[in-house]
């Protein structure tokens, strides 16, 4: 792989276990010629119950350093309405908790580009 390969995009980085971490990293960082990019929202961590670790996003997240982080703040699919809501849900509150590490990640706010567009509506149904 590292002969084929100069440079690797990890996608849905938050769905990473720690054994897929160390991979990624002998194969692309521990190689001075080689680059990895890592994309991923640690709102969208789900994977727990298959090893999928948040704090392997946020160590990985520290071995980039803050210079080489990027927040993709402007949201091209979603209403202003709806990202107004989710704005109110995940970045008001001090929501995502951190127990081992005793702290909450801080969620930014995004912003629609389709500013004044769409509804927001919810519907109940039984049964």
């Known amino acids: ?16 276990d720690p054994i897929q ?8 960082l521990e190689d001075p010629q ?9 709102k969208q961590s789900i994977y727990a119950f298959r090893s999928a670790d948040i704090y392997t996003f946020l160590e990985a997240a520290k071995e980039f350093g803050i210079k ?3 927040a993709l703040l402007r949201n ?3 209403s202003s309405q709806l990202l107004m809501e989710l704005n109110r849900l995940f970045s008001t509150n001090s929501w995502m908790d ?12 995004a912003i ?6 769409g ?3 919810f519907m109940v149904a039984e049964g």
């Open 21 to 28: 971490w160390d991979i990624f990293k002998t194969l692309f």
């Open 34 to 42: 080689k680059s990895a990019y890592l994309v991923g929202d640690p």
């Open 119 to 121: 509804k927001l509506c």
């Open 98 to 109: 951190l127990p081992k590490q005793g702290v909450y990640i801080d969620i930014p706010e």
């Open 68 to 70: 080489q982080k990027a």
């Open 76 to 78: 091209f699919r979603s």
């Open 112 to 117: 629609s580009v389709h500013e004044g567009e």
């Open 1 to 16: 792989v590292q002969k084929k390969y100069k440079a690797a995009i990890i996608d849905e980085f938050q769905d990473t």
